[in-house]
């Protein structure tokens, strides 16, 4: 029972399957109710989300919120947060607690509402072409190459007078999409800073180095890997308690032995290997 990357590391699911592993990848932990308290990807984004902007702030030669002094009034920084899923919500939340003026973008309509809760402002692209912008489970899809050209341009003049831009957009299986272009940051203001939470799956920025602060166009550009990591206390009591409520029901009360319900749902839409066979639906064949 772990978080596998098995939609992506395909070889590690057959090797489990090979060795007649039954395995569970939390991630693929399905979007209902009853699976929200074991939901490792919510749990460990909501805290990559706050990480990123105190890591944007460390960086960011400049103060954060208004201030009003004697000697002048210093501008408060303004952020960009791609994609506003947990993470993003997270990081606008942060964003607004420092001061900073906060702009969100989503390719799902729905969370235009929760950006506004939040103090933040909905940069909008097509309305029409995000109906169907989102899955069954609540996840982005993938959008058309139309769309994705209106996005970069209405992306691109936000980022012109973006002092910080957080990336948080991914799509589950597939690499992270391409939202900063090389040509926006060259027009980003000199001192800017990106921090791109999607790096491990290709980043949403092609200049982001994994593992890696750079400077690139005048850009710092923070590319951390296993972001929840560096705040390790919180993100392990949170991981266990996950698994905690993923194992309990799994346990028979009485004899105090595992007893698996495989027509349950979570067991269903978790178990990627069993006798021998790699059973998840999005894997097989």
């Not at 208004?66 to 947990?86: E, K, Q, S, W």
């Not at 940051?185 to 180095?209: F, H, Q, T, W, Y």
């Not at 905690?244 to 067991?267: H, M, R, S």
Request: charged content about 20%; proline content about 5%.
């Amino acid at each position: 029972i772990a978080a596998l990357a098995a939609l992506t590391d395909r070889a590690l699911v057959q090797a489990l399957a090979e060795r007649k592993v039954t395995a569970f990848a939390m991630e693929l932990c399905p979007r209902i109710t009853r699976a929200q308290s074991m939901d490792i990807l919510s749990s460990q984004a909501n805290l990559a989300g706050y990480k990123a902007v105190l890591d944007a702030a460390a960086v960011f030669g400049r103060g954060i919120p208004m201030m009003m002094t004697a000697a002048g009034t210093v501008a408060p920084a303004r952020f960009l947060i791609l994609g506003a899923g947990v993470a993003g919500l997270q990081a606008i939340a942060t964003a607004k607690r420092l001061g900073g003026v906060v702009y969100a973008f989503d390719v799902r309509p729905a969370v235009k509402e929760q950006v506004e809760s939040l103090g933040g402002k909905f940069v909008e692209v097509d309305p029409e072409a995000l109906k169907d912008a989102e899955t069954a489970g609540g996840y982005a899809r993938e959008m058309s190459e139309d769309f994705k050209k209106k996005q970069q341009a209405r992306i691109h003049e936000t980022l012109k007078k973006t002092d910080i831009a957080i990336c948080t957009a991914l799509i589950p299986g597939k690499p992270a999409p391409v939202l900063i272009t090389e040509e926006m940051v060259k027009d980003m203001r000199p001192g800017s800073v990106i921090v791109d939470l999607a790096v491990e799956a290709g980043g949403n920025c092609p200049l982001s180095e994994f593992d890696r602060v750079v400077v690139k166009h005048g850009v710092t550009l923070v590319g951390h890997g296993n972001v929840p990591s560096r705040i390790a206390v919180d993100a392990s009591a949170l991981f266990a308690k996950n698994l905690l409520n993923f194992i309990t029901p799994l346990v028979d009360k009485e004899t105090k032995a595992l007893a698996f319900n495989w027509d349950d749902e979570i067991l269903k839409g978790t178990c990627v290997t069993r006798d021998g066979q790699v059973v998840h639906p999005a894997l097989a064949g």
